[in-house]
């Protein structure tokens, strides 16, 4: 096995909130008192992520996901913990370490507001010190894929936020880096342009190796890009495994929708409970630890004549609500 491209381990960061006492008396109070609460937005995480993985990195707000993000692209400082990123700490070697990533942090841009697109990519060549080939070639395969001609002369602060997302996506990886992280990288995107970006996260994994960590709300994200997960929540990983073992250990009940060939008195069969019938449409759940979709389907045909048929598996959505409602992890 390669050696880990990230490896975190006992990561914590604990912010300190001081207490505010209103008015001009309490100005005078804030002066001397320092009453202070402790919120542990990240509590011991621990992970290791391989070269060329794209994991969703997922959780309810205020799970501290963002706060993750910025320590491992050395924002922050940990309180605690330890974190390797390209073989660097990210918070020690910070000069070096933002030189080979890249971030995208959908609720603000990285780029300079008032600038053309155009001029901001410039600014990036000079700054990453990129040589003028690998730059040309960079920003000719991005304009095309991210379709950037159309606003390249436009300034940033006049971008529409799929125009911005997309010119900060292209800033982001103009030097190359091997590792992309992206806080939110489709939030506020219509389905056309989420599904653009979703198709260039693709590409950069795939065509070009990078490795990418991606926080989002859209479980559709996670769904089309990540076959890896983790969950977390009140800074603590509730879940870190491939997306079909989530779906199995935490899936529950699938469906088989049968449409038989006529309408029949019952239509009962052992292993599933009938959930739904309309006329000649009958819904079968059944347990996915119990029975095989193929197994029930030969039950049903065994007894009934079916014209159609259909398996559907229980959707992430309600699986990750699963999780966080009920949270499964900490009764086991
Ligand atoms: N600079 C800060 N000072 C004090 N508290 C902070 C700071 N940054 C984050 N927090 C707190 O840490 C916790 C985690 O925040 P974080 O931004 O990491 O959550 P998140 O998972 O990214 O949530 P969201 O999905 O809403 O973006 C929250 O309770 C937040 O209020
Ligand atoms: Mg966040």
Known sequence: MQPAIISVNHLHKHFKIYKHHRGALGALCNLFTRE????????????????????????????????????????????GGEIEVNGRVPW??????VAHIGAVFGQRTTLWWDLPVIESLDLLQYIYKIPPAQFQHNLDEFRTMLELDPFLN??????????????????????????????????????????????????????????????????????????????????????DGRL?????????????VVDMAEEYATVDVDGATVAAREATRVTYQFERNALSASDLIGRVSARYRIRDLMVREPNIEDTVRRIYEERLLDEE
Do not use: W
């Not at 992970?47 to 996901?65: D, H, M, R, S, W």
């Not at 199995?248 to 088989?256: C, I, K, M, S, Y």
């Open 36 to 79: 202070a609460t402790t919120v542990r937005a990240v509590d011991g995480v621990s992970f290791t992520i391989q070269p060329g993985e794209l994991v969703g990195y997922i959780g309810p707000n205020g799970a501290g996901k963002s706060t993750t993000l910025k320590m491992l692209t050395g924002l922050l400082t940990p309180t």
């Open 244 to 256: 079909e073992s989530l779906r199995d250990r935490f899936g529950g009940q699938r469906e088989l």
């Open 154 to 239: 436009t300034p940033v602060r006049s971008l529409s936020l799929g125009q911005r997302m997309r010119a900060d996506l292209c800033a982001a990886l103009l030097h190359d880096p091997p590792l992309l992280f992206l806080d939110e990288p489709t939030i506020g995107l219509d389905v056309v342009a989420k599904e653009r970006i979703r198709q260039f996260i693709l590409h950069i994994n795939r065509a070009r190796g990078v490795t990418v960590i991606l926080t989002t709300h859209d479980l559709a994200d996670v769904e089309k890009l990540c076959e890896r997960v983790m969950i977390i929540d009140y800074g603590r990983v509730l879940f």
């Open 92 to 97: 020690k070697q910070r000069r070096a370490h």
